[in-house]
């Protein structure tokens, strides 16, 4: 995270309803508890089947009944492939429309998950609530702790939740993580039954202890804010921590508990540093894994004396990380370890800049982006508004390209910079999306150039502005219909502090250079970097002044 930013801009519960039947989970949301194949978990990343039809990249995604995490799955594709619901010629009717208003006590920051026919929505009040998705009703809610007072307008006016939690389907558990100031402030994993909202046996896990490449130097919850959304790959849960907007003295931490035993890991991105910053931020974005053991994660500033990031190969990591992709693998035991690394030369100037590269979360292409030579594809853009198309298996460590240049894929922009995630489109020959700060709604195109190489070059802006803290992209479509598809964004408002926040809607494919705004929706005053949920015809928006909105159609 970055050490400075811009200003920002009652009923009682009721009964919980009798579970809803079993359905398979994929194997993206399952505990795995027992061994999984790669090929079984890389089918529960939707959307990585390979081209079905000229022009079309990627599967469609299986209907489901669930969104279980920040932006849809563990890629962070930010697809909803399966929402025949959302047309656009349904959006577009008269009977499309806020549907509910749910008031909640505190802040929405985290995005809300769809588990079966339940909405999970967590506060930064330390809330969490179980809402009926049909009509908005309060099945059930819990408080976690007293939060803790945020010392910044960043994430006023509490610190308590403000990652978005991750939800497993095949054992009905939502995990969040919370920070809470009984005894001091700390940190803890809850591990909530979706139905009922009750504590599972054995929960929850303070977070506590020393990485494990960083001895001597203990993870401090005094210095740290957990934002980046988390991760259920495995068995465990993984989570980043960053500062509470770059204030005091941080080091960017990831950790993961294992489900079954409980065991916490940790990891830093500055080994035997407590000062040097490079945090896990992402602007709420979620850590992305492609399969078994793989997890991505993007960090900001904290290369300014020159140690970090070393130049060299991605291949041969060394112990610091800032202005970095970084690729970790889960060792046998658990623990985490760097195997792959990509920052930009310049990294030292967008350190002493403040234009740090994890103010974005990365985001893994779908399959059908590749090419034989390039067949698994990530994007990283940050606050310098370059966007860097990347190699998952080959990041391109730093200065490794022609001359000393960035071994990357390829390079578009710059453009304005982006505080937030991609959402990708597979149909329509391909595109990713990205709201920029205090910029436009931008449509990249996926094509493959006359070399052979893949690239994005930007299609397409929107006509209208997006101030600073709007949400990032998600887009829902019918499979991979060509015209079916929507990218939807949440419009962070006229006032310093998240006012008149809208709910955009756009149609995916550009026309004539533009991306057409088809609906919009008043949703008050919103949160900073706030994405939407869908599920089943539905989009569901967690709100700053405290509610739980969902828009659909009125049948």
């Given at each position: 995270?970055?050490?400075?930013?811009?200003?920002?801009?009652?009923?009682?519960?009721?009964?919980?309803?009798?579970?809803?039947?079993?359905?398979?989970?994929?194997?993206?949301?399952?505990?795995?508890?027992?061994?999984?194949?790669?090929?079984?978990?890389?089918?529960?990343?939707?959307?990585?089947?390979?081209?079905?039809?000229?022009?079309?990249?990627?599967?469609?995604?299986?209907?489901?009944?669930?969104?279980?995490?920040?932006?849809?799955?563990?890629?962070?594709?930010?697809?909803?492939?399966?929402?025949?619901?959302?047309?656009?010629?349904?959006?577009?009717?008269?009977?499309?429309?806020?549907?509910?208003?749910?008031?909640?006590?505190?802040?929405?920051?985290?995005?809300?998950?769809?588990?079966?026919?339940?909405?999970?929505?967590?506060?930064?009040?330390?809330?969490?609530?179980?809402?009926?998705?049909?009509?908005?009703?309060?099945?059930?809610?819990?408080?976690?702790?007293?939060?803790?007072?945020?010392?910044?307008?960043?994430?006023?006016?509490?610190?308590?939740?403000?990652?978005?939690?991750?939800?497993?389907?095949?054992?009905?558990?939502?995990?969040?993580?919370?920070?809470?100031?009984?005894?001091?402030?700390?940190?803890?994993?809850?591990?909530?039954?979706?139905?009922?909202?009750?504590?599972?046996?054995?929960?929850?896990?303070?977070?506590?202890?020393?990485?494990?490449?960083?001895?001597?130097?203990?993870?401090?919850?005094?210095?740290?804010?957990?934002?980046?959304?988390?991760?259920?790959?495995?068995?465990?849960?993984?989570?980043?921590?960053?500062?509470?907007?770059?204030?005091?003295?941080?080091?960017?931490?990831?950790?993961?508990?294992?489900?079954?035993?409980?065991?916490?890991?940790?990891?830093?991105?500055?080994?035997?540093?407590?000062?040097?910053?490079?945090?896990?931020?992402?602007?709420?974005?979620?850590?992305?894994?492609?399969?078994?053991?793989?997890?991505?994660?993007?960090?900001?500033?904290?290369?300014?004396?020159?140690?970090?990031?070393?130049?060299?190969?991605?291949?041969?990591p060394g112990g610091h990380f800032a202005e970095s992709v970084v690729r970790l693998g889960v060792n046998s035991d658990g623990s985490l370890a760097p195997r792959d690394f990509f920052s930009p030369t310049d990294n030292r100037e967008m350190?002493?800049?403040?234009?740090?590269?994890?103010?974005?979360?990365?985001?893994?292409?779908?399959?059908?982006?590749?090419?034989?030579?390039?067949?698994?594809?990530?994007?990283?853009?940050?606050?310098?508004?370059?966007?860097?198309?990347?190699?998952?298996?080959?990041?391109?460590?730093?200065?490794?390209?022609?001359?000393?240049?960035?071994?990357?894929?390829?390079?578009?922009?710059?453009?304005?910079?982006?505080?937030?995630?991609?959402?990708?489109?597979?149909?329509?020959?391909?595109?990713?999306?990205?709201?920029?700060?205090?910029?436009?709604?931008?449509?990249?195109?996926?094509?493959?150039?006359?070399?052979?190489?893949?690239?994005?070059?930007?299609?397409?802006?929107?006509?209208?502005?997006?101030?600073?803290?709007?949400?990032?992209?998600?887009?829902?479509?019918?499979?991979?219909?060509?015209?079916?598809?929507?990218?939807?964004?949440?419009?962070?408002?006229?006032?310093?502090?998240?006012?008149?926040?809208?709910?955009?809607?756009?149609?995916?494919?550009?026309?004539?250079?533009?991306?057409?705004?088809?609906?919009?929706?008043?949703?008050?005053?919103?949160?900073?970097?706030?994405?939407?949920?869908?599920?089943?015809?539905?989009?569901?928006?967690?709100?700053?002044?405290?509610?739980?909105?969902?828009?659909?159609?009125?049948?």
């Amino acid at each position: 995270m970055s050490r400075s930013h811009p200003p920002a801009r009652p009923t009682g519960p009721a009964p919980a309803p009798a579970p809803p039947p079993p359905t398979p989970a994929p194997p993206s949301a399952r505990r795995a508890r027992t061994p999984r194949s790669a090929a079984a978990l890389l089918s529960g990343f939707a959307l990585l089947a390979p081209a079905v039809a000229a022009g079309t990249l990627g599967g469609a995604a299986p209907a489901r009944a669930d969104n279980p995490t920040v932006s849809v799955n563990g890629m962070r594709t930010a697809w909803d492939a399966a929402e025949p619901g959302l047309a656009p010629a349904t959006v577009s009717s008269a009977g499309f429309g806020r549907r509910w208003s749910t008031a909640v006590d505190g802040a929405v920051y985290a995005q809300p998950l769809v588990a079966g026919s339940t909405v999970v929505v967590a506060t930064a009040t330390n809330h969490v609530y179980g809402v009926d998705a049909a009509d908005g009703r309060i099945l059930w809610q819990r408080a976690l702790g007293s939060p803790v007072t945020s010392s910044t307008a960043c994430l006023s006016p509490g610190a308590g939740i403000v990652s978005t939690p991750v939800y497993d389907r095949a054992s009905r558990t939502v995990y969040l993580v919370a920070k809470s100031s009984e005894g001091g402030a700390h940190f803890s994993v809850h591990a909530l039954d979706a139905v009922s909202g009750a504590e599972r046996s054995g929960w929850p896990v303070t977070v506590q202890g020393v990485p494990v490449n960083s001895p001597g130097v203990p993870f401090d919850p005094n210095t740290s804010a957990q934002r980046a959304g988390l991760l259920l790959l495995d068995g465990a849960v993984y989570f980043g921590f960053a500062s509470d907007c770059g204030v005091g003295t941080y080091v960017g931490t990831v950790a993961g508990v294992n489900t079954s035993t409980r065991k916490l890991t940790l990891w830093s991105t500055e080994s035997g540093s407590a000062s040097q910053n490079a945090g896990v931020w992402m602007s709420g974005g979620g850590l992305v894994s492609d399969g078994p053991g793989r997890i991505f994660i993007a960090t900001g500033n904290g290369a300014g004396d020159g140690s970090s990031p070393l130049k060299g190969p991605g291949d041969r990591p060394g112990g610091h990380f800032a202005e970095s992709v970084v690729r970790l693998g889960v060792n046998s035991d658990g623990s985490l370890a760097p195997r792959d690394f990509f920052s930009p030369t310049d990294n030292r100037e967008m350190d002493h800049g403040d234009v740090d590269l994890g103010s974005g979360g990365p985001a893994a292409l779908p399959s059908g982006f590749g090419t034989a030579a390039h067949p698994r594809l990530m994007v990283q853009v940050g606050k310098d508004g370059r966007i860097f198309l990347l190699d998952r298996d080959r990041l391109g460590g730093m200065g490794q390209g022609p001359d000393g240049t960035d071994g990357v894929v390829g390079t578009t922009g710059p453009f304005k910079g982006v505080w937030g995630h991609p959402g990708v489109w597979g149909g329509d020959g391909g595109y990713v999306y990205l709201v920029e700060n205090y910029g436009a709604l931008r449509a990249l195109k996926y094509s493959v150039n006359g070399a052979g190489n893949p690239q994005l070059t930007s299609a397409a802006t929107s006509s209208e502005g997006f101030g600073y803290a709007s949400g990032s992209p998600v887009v829902t479509s019918d499979g991979t219909a060509s015209g079916s598809a929507l990218v939807w964004t949440i419009y962070s408002g006229t006032g310093p502090g998240g006012q008149n926040g809208e709910l955009r809607v756009y149609d995916a494919v550009p026309v004539n250079g533009t991306l057409k705004l088809r609906r919009s929706f008043p949703l008050g005053t919103v949160t900073r970097f706030s994405v939407p949920a869908t599920d089943g015809g539905r989009v569901f928006v967690g709100t700053k002044d405290g509610r739980l909105l969902a828009f659909g159609r009125s049948a």
